[in-house]
């Protein structure tokens, strides 16, 4: 016999929450949401201080991942020179779906001050970018925004493995 | 030296000012023999080779010789002259001018405590030896000088480019190389990652850093008035917040009486 009486629709309500399924495993993804390790130029500094005891990444879930196999995002972090544009498109093909982009600092927004014929005047000539970060370079604070937004952004997504296409650029 | 004082009255009003008969500055050259151990290396070069022009500026001797001289004279230098070091080796473009590239070897004696520059001329199709039998720091050296210049080294075990891309095409320090590259340049990771029909679809460069265009919503966005991707501009109100108004389920939403804020650091 028990000794108290649970009464289910008088107080906390039913132990049962109603969701959907979109939103379960966007919730799930948003809360891990790995990027890879890669930086290009001193952005990356700013990156791996966020990523660092004091600014502390992991307490969004967000662990730098050595291999693009096991990452979501990939941080453009710093100048893409024209040398560099394929490998960055291939470690982005490399990425499993979902996968999302986040552009950090002037350079890999715009060019930034390389105005010359080395450097890519935007990421986005490459990659599809979710998130553009301004700054040069950006504070980890202004990276956790971004990844805040991101998780925001992730969340109105749809889980179905029937997403559209990213479009090519 | 200062520059000869020319009027700049209405610089503000132009655009771009320039001083049409301005003279880039030169710094003063000394005559060898006022220092003396460059006046014994310099008689001992004189001996073997033929010198065609040597004086020392800013306590640096600078000394012009044949092309084809360049190996047996550095190895003069090294052997004989304990010139031990090769700083700086690179190429001068004044093909504009006469179509010549002025090619200099930065030399440093860490024995005499001296450093010396030893210069030629090459035409722009002329092959000069490769002077890594002699120092190995001259390997990347040259490469870059091929890779930026376009100047031809015979002789060299690994003749690449050394920073740009290996198909990139031409020579970006020529002084005819545009800044901003030319077609090849422009187009060249459109090209490479997703061939060349694909130029129409993702346009041209943006190079102006300035531009704006408030009707673009794929490049740009009006904060507290944000649409979607592409979405056509719109003037309803919209808040910034990095998270959900009714929370995510376990994620706490930070609401700003909750938070505790400091007066100073602990």
Request: proline share 6%; aromatic share 12%; hydrophobic share 35%.
């Amino acid at each position: 016999m028990a000794q108290h009486k649970i009464n289910y629709l008088q107080e906390a309500g039913l132990p049962v929450a109603l969701t959907t399924v979109d939103k379960l495993v966007q919730w799930g993804r948003s809360n891990s949401v790995w990027p890879l390790t890669y930086g290009l130029a001193c952005c990356a500094i700013e990156m791996m201080a966020t990523g660092a005891s004091r600014y502390d990444f992991d307490r969004f879930g967000t662990i730098f991942r050595a291999s693009p196999r096991q990452a979501d995002v990939i941080v453009i972090a710093g100048t893409l020179t024209k040398k560099h544009s394929p490998f960055m498109r291939r470690l982005y093909d490399q990425l499993a779906e979902p996968k999302w982009v986040i552009s950090m600092g002037s350079c890999a927004n715009t060019g930034g001050m390389f105005n010359t014929y080395a450097t890519v005047q935007g990421a986005d000539r490459i990659v599809p970018v979710d998130i553009y970060l301004p700054g040069c370079a950006p504070r980890p604070e202004t990276l956790q925004y971004a990844l805040m937004l991101l998780q925001k952004k992730i969340r109105t997504e749809k889980a179905s493995k029937k997403l559209q296409p990213k479009r090519l650029v | 030296m200062m520059r000869p004082y020319s009027e700049k009255e209405n610089v503000q009003k132009k655009p771009y000012y320039s001083d049409r008969f301005w003279v880039a500055p030169q710094i003063p050259k000394e005559p060898v023999e006022s220092d003396a151990i460059f006046a014994s290396d310099l008689d001992v070069l004189k001996a073997k080779f033929e010198i065609k022009e040597a004086y020392i500026q800013r306590g640096q001797m600078v000394v012009y010789i044949n092309p084809a001289d360049n190996v047996d004279v550095l190895m003069c230098l090294r052997d004989e002259l304990s010139y031990n070091f090769l700083s700086e080796h690179s190429a001068i473009d004044w093909l504009a001018k006469s179509g010549e590239f002025e090619i200099f070897y930065q030399m440093l004696s860490t024995c005499k405590h001296k450093r010396l520059r030893i210069k030629c001329f090459i035409k722009e199709k002329e092959t000069l030896k490769s002077v890594i039998d002699v120092y190995k720091s001259a390997n990347w050296a040259e490469r870059e000088m091929y890779d930026m210049f376009g100047v031809i080294i015979s002789g060299h075990p690994y003749m690449k480019r050394i920073l740009m891309p290996d198909d990139w095409y031409d020579h970006p320090l020529r002084k005819t190389y545009p800044l901003q590259g030319d077609e090849a340049a422009q187009w060249y990771e459109i090209d490479k990652i997703f061939g060349k029909e694909y130029r129409d679809i993702i346009g041209p460069e943006e190079r102006d850093g300035a531009r704006i265009d408030v009707d673009d919503t794929y490049r740009f966005a009006h904060i507290n008035h944000e649409v979607p991707f592409g979405a056509p501009r719109s003037l309803e109100k919209t808040v910034t917040e990095y998270q959900e108004e009714g929370g995510v389920f376990i994620v706490k939403k930070l609401k700003k009486e909750d938070a505790k804020i400091l007066k100073e650091r602990p």
